[in-house]
């Protein structure tokens, strides 16, 4: 199969039917062998029933239902296990982002080679002080620490070729970062693309200001896991070890110029209380990373790496 395209959705029966079918028109222009994978994440609307209606009408058209409203980033990695295009599609389901976007994106994986192209939301239709602004602010963040040259991190609308989706995991609120977990999984072939923005046509956003806090927070998890994950010692234990040893330095000096020098009591010098805090600080910070080291090696996936190629093994 060509082409998956995987489509979370949490209530949005309006414009489902709409993009199915501007969907298929792309794509049936291009001759394309494809699925569409709609995720419903939970939704409290008639989007199932709509769902189901479309695939009565065309058998490429498949979905899967959650109990319950877990997230795009759920919805995501439900859509990436069960996809079997070589290229798979990430879109929106409110219409923001433009099927017609679908042919130009298969072919930078295709044709030029890329693992993960991005689209880029150049010109946006969003409200500018809420998003607009946050937004940039927020992409710059991820671009200096993930070093990945990209404008517009959050689009919703990606091509992936396919063995970068079966190799990532996304999970909590991580649908933010997936072109960081493919890096991070060796994947070094990322691109951009500028896409066409629409205004939101039917219901409304399902992100409020929350996205911003969350989105910082999981940057820097991202950050942790990715670089310490699986040897946590290295940042714990170095910084634990600096601070105690700090301690014990000062503790020293406070010690001789007691004893010897002149005399005044240590508890009377803020010193003092540097040291001590410099100390336990230190030990909290090496017991974090001995027993971060603990846990990972208890880990089922500690031993887990993406093998690109074998020869005779
Ligand atoms: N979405 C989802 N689960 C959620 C929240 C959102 O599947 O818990 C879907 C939503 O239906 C839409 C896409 O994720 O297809 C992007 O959401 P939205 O348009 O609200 O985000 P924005 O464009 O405002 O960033
Ligand atoms: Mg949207």
């Given at each position: 199969m060509d082409l998956s395209i995987v489509i979370p959705l949490f209530n949005e029966d309006e414009s489902l039917p709409e993009l199915a079918a501007w969907i298929e028109r792309v794509v049936n222009a291009q001759g394309y062998s494809y699925e569409v994978i709609m995720i419903d994440d939970g939704s409290t609307d008639r989007s199932w029933e709509v769902i189901e209606k479309l695939r009565r009408g065309n058998a490429n058209i498949k979905g899967i239902k959650f109990q319950r409203n877990y997230g795009k980033s759920a919805a995501l990695n439900e859509g990436f296990k069960a996809s079997q295009g070589n290229v798979i599609i990430t879109m929106d389901a409110d219409m923001q982002d433009s099927p017609d976007e679908i042919p130009d994106l298969y072919n930078m994986i295709i044709r030029d080679g890329f693992d993960l192209v991005s689209g880029w939301k150049?010109?946006?239709?969003?409200?500018?002080?809420?998003?607009?602004?946050?937004?940039?602010?927020?992409?710059?963040?991820?671009?200096?620490?993930?070093?990945?040259?990209?404008?517009?991190?959050?689009?919703?609308?990606?091509?992936?070729?396919?063995?970068?989706?079966?190799?990532?995991?996304?999970?909590?609120?991580?649908?933010?970062?997936?072109?960081?977990?493919?890096?991070?999984?060796?994947?070094?072939?990322?691109?951009?693309?500028?896409?066409?923005?629409?205004?939101?046509?039917?219901?409304?956003?399902?992100?409020?200001?929350?996205?911003?806090?969350?989105?910082?927070?999981?940057?820097?998890?991202?950050?942790?896991?990715?670089?310490?994950?699986?040897?946590?010692?290295?940042?714990?234990?170095?910084?634990?070890?600096?601070?105690?040893?700090?301690?014990?330095l000062v503790f020293t000096y406070l010690s001789i110029s007691k004893f010897f020098l002149d005399k005044t009591g240590m508890t009377q010098r803020p010193l003092f209380f540097f040291a001590i805090l410099a100390m336990i600080i230190g030990t909290q910070l090496f017991l974090a990373g001995f027993i971060g080291e603990l846990i990972s090696r208890n880990s089922v996936e500690r031993n887990n790496y993406l093998i690109e190629e074998k020869l005779g093994v």
């Open positions: 150049k010109k946006r239709y969003d409200n500018t002080f809420t998003k607009n602004i946050p937004s940039k602010l927020f992409n710059a963040a991820a671009r200096s620490m993930s070093k990945i040259k990209l404008h517009d991190f959050n689009c919703g609308l990606k091509s992936y070729s396919r063995k970068v989706v079966k190799s990532i995991e996304v999970y909590g609120e991580m649908h933010r970062y997936v072109p960081v977990l493919a890096k991070w999984a060796g994947f070094r072939k990322i691109g951009e693309k500028v896409v066409e923005h629409r205004a939101r046509k039917y219901g409304v956003t399902k992100f409020g200001w929350s996205r911003f806090v969350n989105g910082f927070l999981d940057l820097m998890t991202i950050f942790f896991v990715g670089k310490f994950g699986k040897r946590p010692m290295h940042f714990f234990g170095l910084w634990g070890t600096l601070s105690f040893m700090f301690g014990l």
